[in-house]
């Protein structure tokens, strides 16, 4: 089978992962409700884990230049701090109750370029050595389990209905599948070193500026335990997946 296959049936299964929030729709709401928080953390975990241990060292073994590298995390952490203050402004000027909070978008903008870049990423190794792309892919797709769970709950904490999460997190799966072919296409010409480093300060500023906050609001020493246990599953699972590259 060649590469172009593989790379489109492994974009395709990765965009699927998306959909493992669905489980939840078998809780019932106060069920969900408990677990909203820890899979918040989960989430912070897992983008910080991802950023140190995956998006950040692709973008200096690529890139060379550890001030490029630099520069464009800071550059990466600095837009998401500015488009946060948009989309206050622009969602937030209604009734606090009907607003959805604007991290939900920028888990959706940051997880649609993350899954872009892996999807070229991946797609690359597929081109050099179908079994160094069947377990690159293996090592992403351990990535996304916890990451795509914990971002459905930071969407449905942030005030999205659960079937339009699911929805938003396909939608944002499919970019993998879209970064995989546009590296097909291109035949591996495109230079993206500069744009991982990039997607690590969006994962850095999403995970330490929006969701650690979120669960470090809670004066209940369980609640606190809980979290601070998901936080440190979520780096390491990530942990784990960058050892089996």
Not at 58 to 79: C, K, N, P, Q, Y
Not at 126 to 133: E, H, N, P, S
Request: charged share 10%; proline share 3%; glycine share 10%.
């Amino acid at each position: 089978m060649s590469a172009f296959y593989w790379i489109l049936g492994s974009g395709i299964l990765m965009s699927l992962i998306a959909l493992v929030g669905s489980l939840t729709l078998l809780l019932p709401e106060d069920a969900l409700q408990r677990l909203l928080l820890p899979l918040v953390a989960l989430a912070a975990g897992s983008l910080i884990g991802g950023a140190f241990f995956h998006m950040l060292p692709a973008g200096l073994e690529r890139a060379g230049s550890v001030d490029g590298v630099m520069l464009a995390t800071l550059a990466g952490f600095i837009s998401f701090f500015l488009l946060e203050q948009l989309l206050h402004w622009h969602h937030c000027r209604r009734a606090s109750s009907e607003c959805r909070e604007p991290v939900t978008y920028l888990i959706l903008v940051g997880d649609g370029l993350h899954n872009f870049i892996g999807g070229l990423a991946v797609a690359s190794t597929f081109l050099m050595d179908i079994r160094l792309g069947i377990t690159a892919w293996i090592a992403a797709a351990l990535h996304e389990v916890p990451q795509e769970l914990g971002d459905f709950g930071v969407l449905v904490h942030g005030g999205w209905p659960r079937r339009k999460a699911l929805l938003a997190n396909l939608l944002s799966g499919l970019a993998f599948l879209a970064g995989g072919l546009v590296t097909w296409f291109a035949s591996f010409r495109m230079d993206v070193s500069l744009l991982v480093p990039f997607a690590a300060g969006n994962f850095l500023y999403i995970g330490a500026a929006d969701l650690i906050p979120q669960v470090n609001r809670h004066a209940v020493t369980r609640s606190n335990v809980i979290h601070v246990a998901a936080f440190l599953a979520g780096i390491g699972l990530l942990w784990t997946a960058s050892l089996l590259k």
